[in-house]
């Protein structure tokens, strides 16, 4: 009797592709659920310096500086969670790099511009920026990030340029993503050079937070 022929299997160029897939699928997941994490602690730390200011005896204390200075310093020590969403905005956004062949670097791109783009917000997202709450992840940083600054305040105002720039690269990114077949490949290079431009303004954002601290 012949032998059964034993199950064909894939190439292992092939199974390399699937394994790097599936990979990629696994940590993009987990990205996304950091950022879930974020969102929600950020909205925590805007509360911060109303939940923690000290008694306004302390601020007449020998030795103690005034409540503001005390609030300054709990910022400058919450400030790995105030700029974790940047991080990993950041992190999606060379992912998305990476994955510029496939379906879902649509999906990452919203994801990593944190309803900052006001056109790519789901319904519900856009009935609570209607009623007048903030959703922008990036402007709600700024907004804690400068809390204790003046209203014109050099570092307050040039993080909210750097803001503003950031917001016009992730449009624009967006608006070429949706109109460019990535497939092709001299419009797949211009889609990662914005890419590129757009990591560039958000290091360039993360300093302008950083300088308000």
């Known amino acids: 009797m012949l032998p059964f022929?034993?199950?064909?299997?894939?190439?292992?160029?092939k199974q390399k592709l699937l394994t790097k897939r599936q990979e990629n699928h696994l940590y993009l997941t987990s990205q996304i659920s950091?950022?879930?994490?974020?969102?929600?602690?950020?909205?925590?730390?805007?509360?911060?310096?109303?939940?923690?200011?000290p008694a306004p005896a302390t601020a007449f204390s020998i030795g103690i500086s005034g409540p503001k200075d005390w609030l300054k310093e709990q910022k400058k020590k919450a400030s790995k969670f105030l700029l974790a969403p940047i991080d990993a905005s950041r992190e999606i956004l060379r992912s998305a790099y990476l994955l510029l062949r496939i379906e879902e670097f649509q999906r990452l791109l919203r994801s990593a511009a944190r309803d900052c783009i006001p056109q790519?917000?789901?319904s519900f997202v856009a009935f609570q920026a209607n009623t007048g709450v903030e959703v922008c992840t990036f402007r709600l940083?700024?907004?804690?990030?400068?809390?204790?600054l003046d209203k014109e305040d050099p570092a307050k105002l040039e993080a909210e340029a750097m803001l503003n720039d950031l917001i016009r690269s992730f449009t624009s990114l967006n608006g070429l993503a949706n109109e460019t077949?990535?497939?092709v490949t001299s419009?797949?290079?211009?889609?990662?050079d914005a890419l590129?431009?757009?990591?560039?303004?958000?290091?360039?954002f993360e300093l302008g937070v950083k300088d308000c601290l």
């Not at 950091?34 to 200011?53: E, G, H, K, M, N």
């Open 5 to 13: 022929p034993s199950p064909s299997k894939p190439p292992i160029s």
């Open 34 to 53: 950091i950022y879930r994490r974020d969102a929600a602690l950020l909205s925590f730390l805007t509360l911060v310096p109303f939940l923690s200011q």
């Open 120 to 122: 790519e917000r789901n």
């Open 141 to 148: 940083i700024v907004k804690n990030a400068s809390s204790l």
């Open 181 to 183: 077949d990535i497939q």
């Open 187 to 192: 419009n797949r290079k211009k889609v990662a």
């Open 196 to 204: 590129t431009n757009t990591i560039s303004s958000l290091n360039k």
